[in-house]
């Protein structure tokens, strides 16, 4: 006998949404991808309608881009790596929906320039430009160091932590813990270092630091287990650190 599953999808544009539901066959290692490109080859719902197909992105299909992300069942995550079969231990219906802290476009898919334009404003990047004289061959990265960088740098601004933050909302200037984390990786980074003053100065504000309330749900939901409120708080103390040394005219290390 055949095992049937319902994705019940939260689809349509701003302002008309709507709730359609569609059954689908199980099969061993079947996810929530796999299962909307099934809807895809065939758009037909649950009342015999046949209807458009869903939209949502994709792109790597490993949890690496960080595209595919949705709410299943309620909680931020990639639906590449959403399996099928745990779920139906609770009950044969999955919800899925867009995330809602960003501007909707269509169905599942939502438009996180916000997240990239926060990485603007920390310059999340390390400048190559020859500003500064960084010896022969630039600085050397210990092993320790590189190692507790490369977590950091798997973030894939997917969005979950965005998502699961109460500080993140239309009423809040805060950019997210994903851009406070970004500024704690190209800070350590040796070669980074030099505009690591820049970087805590535009974090002194409400957009940065002060507007998080410790809520640690980011950290529960970061697919890629990226130690964001530790990040969080060594930002916080080396912010409030250079607002020091900015208020009494200190000069910047070199």
């Known amino acids: 006998m055949k095992k049937e599953f319902i994705l019940k999808i939260y689809r349509g544009t701003p302002g008309n949404q709507y709730w359609e539901e569609f059954a689908l066959e199980f099969f061993s290692g079947v996810n929530v991808t796999s299962a909307l490109l ?14 458009t197909p869903v939209v949502w992105e994709q792109g790597c299909l490993e949890e690496v881009c960080g595209s595919c992300s949705m709410l299943v069942n309620g909680q931020p995550r990639q639906s590449c790596t959403a399996l099928i079969e745990p779920y139906l231990k609770e009950s044969n219906v999955i919800t899925l929906a867009p995330f809602t802290k960003f501007p909707l476009i269509r169905d599942l898919v939502v438009d996180r320039t916000s997240m990239f334009e926060s990485l603007k404003k920390v310059r999340a990047w390390v400048s190559v430009e020859g500003t500064w004289d960084t010896g022969e061959n630039g600085p050397k990265v210990s092993p320790e160091v590189q190692e507790a960088l490369y977590v950091l740098s798997t973030c894939m601004t997917c969005g979950c932590c965005l998502e699961s933050c109460p500080q993140v909302n239309e009423k809040s200037p805060f950019m997210g813990p994903a851009a406070m984390s970004q500024v704690r990786l190209f800070n350590h ?66």
């Open 38 to 51: 099934e809807i895809q080859k065939s758009p037909i719902n649950c009342k015999g309608e046949k209807t």
């Open 189 to 254: 980074n040796p070669a980074g270092a030099f505009e690591a003053p820049d970087r805590l100065r535009a974090v002194l504000g409400e957009e940065g630091i002060a507007g998080c309330g410790n809520a640690q749900n980011c950290v529960r939901v970061c697919p890629k287990n990226i130690p964001l409120t530790e990040s969080l708080a060594l930002i916080g103390r080396e912010a409030s650190k250079q607002y020091l040394k900015d208020f009494f005219g200190l000069p910047d290390a070199k």
